[in-house]
């Protein structure tokens, strides 16, 4: 996945700036330069995906895992595929980010599921706001048909980890010799960027600076 050009960071904002209208109100914005702090949230979040399959990479080659668990690995890896000729268009734009959504919630899924299980988290971010708050964006239905793909194949995930004896030892194996949980090294995305994404539900507020 190429980094954003100068062009298509103006894509993007224009892009934004139209989608910040049907934003869910649990997503507030600065006046000020919202839609600049948006989209430099959007380009972290995009360039995050190569990272988060190489850490899944190294994972599968230290713990010596195949099968399904580095079947889903591949299959994050191929939502990256954009061609080049299109991703400095507002559509190649619009597609990159629907890609690293795609890409973000599989890992996700997956990265829950060992650590809930297993206790082998891989994933040093804790991407759930994050995806919460490009869910928004996209929009939906798009991103629950999404979000239920994903789920079909955390689904597809867990029956084949069941089934599978030997991937629960090397499971369990690796999840005892982690130092510590790679969540509590590093602050979740949204940490870090200039939104607040406030849930009404826990009347709690979290700060995107």
Known sequence: MLPLSQQTSEFLIAYLNERVKHLHHSISLRENDGTAALATFIERYVALVPDFVTAFDDFLNC?????????????????????????????????????????????????DTLKAIYDCPIIPVDMTRSNLIVHHIIGEPFANQIDGAIQLLNDKLLESINSDSAVQRKLKTYGKNLSSDPLMRYPCLTDSSNIRLLFKSQNTRVRLH
């Open 63 to 111: 713990a010596n895992i195949s099968g399904e668990i580095a079947r889903q690995v591949i299959t994050a890896r191929d939502f990256l595929e954009t061609p080049v000729e299109i991703v400095a268009s507002e559509e190649g734009l619009e597609a990159q980010m629907y890609q690293a959504y795609l890409a973000h919630r599989l890992l996700e899924e997956l990265n």
